[in-house]
Antibody
Framework: QLQLQESGPGLVEPSETLSLTCTVSGGSISGDDFYWGWIRQPPGKGLEWIGTIYSSGNTFYKPSLKSRVSISLDPSKNQFSLKLSSVTAADTAVYYC??????????WGRGTTVTVS | QTVVTQEPSLTVSPGGTVTLTCASSTGAVTSGYYPNWFQQKPGQAPRPLIYRTTVKHSWTPARFSGSLLGGKAALTLSGVQPQDEADYYCLLYFGGAWVFGGGTKLTVL
């Protein structure tokens, strides 16, 4: 059964770069025809899609975040990563990684809380 | 910027039926937007319920159903149970970008 697990620092200083990793177990991130995405949820607010990387390496980012976001794959570790630069308090959120296709976001990690302070 | 709009809150009685909707600022929602629906309870990750407008996951209870209704994606809960009280989010695909709705807080009262 496919499982995703987010990891990374829980506290990031303003203006620094937030870096998170999603470790995939029970399946390969490079062998299948899937997308691997990052979603976040600020405290008390709704879900926000940040960006996605296809198994081929093509990336897709939310337009308003595009200048600060980078998502990459590491097939050797079966991981994919998120980097968000120049963070502010508005980037404080629970960050989720998820596997999806064009039509179905079916497997989610449990989420990791990141505070910018 | 594309905006996806849901009812902020709805209340339903146990055993009743309620429909949540999901609208796009770009116009009518069609199956090509691949509507997804998720349920989220406090402190938990979102739980996928519906994808491709109408398709249920293997774990989705039969009382949940998805459809297109009046130019919007819709999630209908029939025979609502107390454990259905949660936040519900829709997700639409816009050709290289995915956008979540703002969420509907469903109260069972």
């Amino acid at each position: 059964q496919l499982q995703l697990q987010e990891s990374g620092p829980g506290l990031v200083e303003p203006s620094e770069t937030l870096s998170l990793t999603c470790t995939v177990s029970g399946g390969s991130i490079s062998g299948d025809d899937f997308y691997w995405g990052w979603i976040r949820q600020p405290p008390g607010k709704g879900l926000e899609w940040i960006g996605t990387i296809y198994s081929s390496g093509n990336t897709f980012y939310k337009p308003s975040l595009k200048s600060r976001v980078s998502i990459s794959l590491d097939p050797s570790k079966n991981q994919f990563s998120l980097k968000l630069s120049s963070v502010t308090a508005a980037d404080t959120a629970v960050y989720y990684c998820a596997r999806h296709s064009l039509s179905d976001m079916d497997v989610w990690g449990r989420g990791t809380t990141v505070t910018v302070s | 910027q594309t905006v996806v709009t849901q009812e902020p809150s709805l209340t339903v009685s146990p055993g009743g039926t309620v429909t949540l909707t999901c609208a796009s600022s770009t116009g009518a929602v069609t199956s090509g937007y691949y509507p997804n629906w998720f349920q989220q309870k406090p402190g938990q990750a979102p739980r996928p319920l519906i994808y491709r407008t109408t398709v249920k996951h293997s774990w989705t209870p039969a009382r949940f159903s998805g459809s297109l209704l009046g130019g919007k994606a819709a999630l209908t809960l029939s025979g609502v149970q107390p454990q259905d009280e949660a936040d519900y989010y829709c997700l639409l695909y816009f050709g290289g970008a995915w956008v979540f709705g703002g969420g509907t807080k469903l109260t069972v009262l």
